[in-house]
């Protein structure tokens, strides 16, 4: 079931491969360019044609923004459990999130000096919830949460439609917890081009969050830059490092649950046992052919699923850190005195008790994780995401003159003369 690397004899990182569309597969990136532009164009009228193709909901323009009243009601149509999980998880999330507020600063290295920086929210945020395999009410929470916690004034929701042109009453509860009043029935590249460059019915939001498909992420990097958009949060990846003491079953249940997120995932068991990794497949065979969407999971899991052979611990997180996975679990013996050694990782899960659903849900971290190697250089989403830093300078004329010296050397070095008489119209005057 698992691909086997082995990689014992390697004095570099192994290499963890991320699964790539077949060949010949057709390029999305045209068909998201056009429908972009498209939106850009038409507004209302290419949404609702592209929801219509796409999608298979017919829809007018009056029905693209979902009726306030419908929201507040799908709170009472789902179980009341579903309602205290997302209070709970939302609960616990707003406490981490209230840990990562930036504090401004100011102040006067000298008396005639002013310095310093003031910390301002995104006045509106869009969020993109996904559908299509499944309702994730919990990206709602994951989300709202951070941008609540900065400040931000407004949030919009767009989440795909089903063909009834009808939008998850999870979705819309989760909606209703976070008291966002504001959601639209539009999926895919269209949904991003509309929250960037706004129609009659959108009004533009400055910043796009939220995970989705291919399409998706290939309209957000279209739209950046027009407007800010968080990291790139493509298909799923989990990697688990054990030792021969770590529980087969768990280790196979956790590649599941990874795999029901659909095709070209990583699904990778990093270990410097040999035998786990038998005894791991040998779970997976009877697990995979019991589970509900048993095609699904064994399409994901034969596509992306992979078994690291390593020579030790330490090799094991070089080759993590290389591969840089959306979720890393450490299910070893005193495995939290080894958080030193990770470097690169969306989320980090420590021990057998801490399974990456946690995190999905309930942990207090967020689930809007960086993927395909960004955890190189980008973060999960949180707070600051929401946040911009302004910078603050202030001088009296005693503290310019003292400065000036610098600034004409700076300037003629640079060619910039005239930066340097800008500040020597001052001293004159």
Not at 330 to 335: P, R, V
Request: hydrophobic share 45%; aromatic share 4%; glycine share 10%.
């Amino acid at each position: 079931m698992l691909e086997l690397i082995d990689g014992r004899d390697q004095m570099t990182p192994v290499h963890i491969p991320r699964p790539r569309p077949p060949s010949g597969a057709p390029d999305p990136a045209g068909a998201v360019a056009a429908i972009v532009d498209d939106v850009r164009l038409r507004g209302d009228e290419a949404v609702i044609e592209h929801t219509a193709k796409l999608d298979g909901a017919r829809l007018t323009a009056d029905r693209l923004r979902v009726d306030e009243a419908d929201i507040a009601k799908a709170r009472s149509l789902v179980r009341p459990e579903l309602i205290d999980a997302l209070e709970v998880s939302a609960e616990r999330l707003r406490r981490t999130c209230e840990h990562q507020k930036p504090a401004g600063w100011l102040e006067r290295p000298t008396d005639d000096e002013l310095v310093g920086e003031l910390i301002r929210p995104l006045r509106r945020a869009g969020v993109y919830v996904p559908g299509g395999r499944a309702a994730y009410p919990s990206t709602v929470i994951m989300a709202a949460v951070p941008a609540q916690v900065a400040g931000v004034g407004s949030i919009a929701v767009a989440t795909p439609p089903a063909p009834n042109g009808e939008v998850s009453e999870a979705v819309l509860a989760a909606c209703a917890v976070m008291g966002i009043t504001e959601v639209y029935r539009i999926g895919g590249a269209q949904a991003i081009a509309a929250l960037a460059y706004g129609t009659t019915t959108v009004r533009p939001v400055e910043k796009i969050v939220g995970p989705g498909n291919v399409y998706v992420t290939l309209a957000k990097r279209l739209v950046a830059g027009w407007v800010g958009v968080d990291t790139d949060a493509g298909p799923t990846e989990i990697a688990i490092v054990a030792d021969g003491d770590a529980d087969p079953e768990v280790i196979a249940a956790d590649l599941i649950a990874q795999a029901e997120h659909g095709p070209l995932g990583t699904h990778a068991l990093v270990t410097w046992d040999p035998d786990l990794v038998e005894r791991v497949n040998a779970v997976l065979e009877v697990e995979v052919a019991r589970h509900e969407r048993l095609d699904d999971v064994e399409n994901a899991l034969t596509e992306g699923g992979c078994a690291v052979l390593v020579r030790d611990k330490a090799h094991a997180f070089e080759s993590v850190n290389a591969f840089a996975p959306e979720h890393l679990e450490l299910l070893f013996e005193d495995a939290e005195d080894s958080l030193d050694d990770v470097v690169n990782a969306g989320a980090v899960f420590v021990g057998p008790f801490s399974p990456v659903p946690i995190g999905d849900y309930v942990g207090g971290t967020n689930h809007i994780l960086p993927s395909g190697g960004s955890a190189r250089y980008s973060s999960g989403l949180g707070v600051p995401d929401f946040c911009k830093r302004i910078y603050v300078s202030g001088l009296e004329a005693e503290a310019l003159k003292r400065l000036a010296p610098h600034v004409d050397a700076l300037a003629e070095a640079e060619g910039l003369l005239g930066h340097a008489r800008a500040v020597a119209k001052r001293l004159e005057r």
